[in-house]
Nanobody, 123 residues
C-alpha cells in the first residue's frame, strides 16, 4: 500500500506561482511512476504531468507545457509540481497519483491517489 498526501495549494493571482508537494509513505516509492491530475468543478479529472521512477522522462499535458514542471526526490519520497505563470483556468483540485500500469496520461492506470489540494487562481 502507498499513502499519498498533497500540500501546497492555495489562492494566487494570475501570473503567480505555487509549488505543490506530494509526500508518499509505504513501500517502493522509487519504483513508481508518479503523476499529477486535476479536476475543475463540473469537469472530468484530467492528466497534468507525470515523472518516471528515476526523474526522467517526464510527460505533460499540452495545456501546461512550459509553465508547470514535475520533479521528484526519491530520498524524501516526495514528488513536486512547480506551477508558474498560473492562469484562472488552472483552478482545480490537484491530485497526486502513483503506480501506473497503463500510459502515463491514463487516469484508470493509477492504483493510488491522494485526497487532493485546492488551487485557485484569481484574475
Amino acid at each position: 500500500q502507498v499513502q499519498l498526501v498533497e500540500s501546497g495549494g492555495g489562492l494566487v493571482q494570475a501570473g503567480g506561482s505555487l509549488r505543490l508537494s506530494c509526500a508518499a509513505s509505504g513501500r517502493a516509492f522509487s519504483n513508481y511512476l508518479m503523476a499529477w491530475f486535476r479536476q475543475a468543478p463540473g469537469k472530468e479529472r484530467e492528466f497534468v504531468a507525470a515523472v518516471s521512477w528515476g526523474g526522467a522522462p517526464t510527460y505533460y499535458a499540452d495545456s501546461v507545457k512550459g509553465r508547470l514542471t514535475i520533479s521528484r526526490d526519491n530520498a524524501k519520497n516526495t514528488v513536486y509540481l512547480q506551477m508558474n505563470s498560473l492562469k484562472p483556468e488552472d483552478t482545480a483540485v490537484y491530485y497526486c497519483a502513483a503506480d501506473s500500469h497503463l500510459t502515463p496520461g491514463a487516469r484508470a492506470g493509477y492504483d493510488y491517489w491522494g485526497q487532493g489540494t485546492q488551487v485557485t487562481v484569481s484574475s
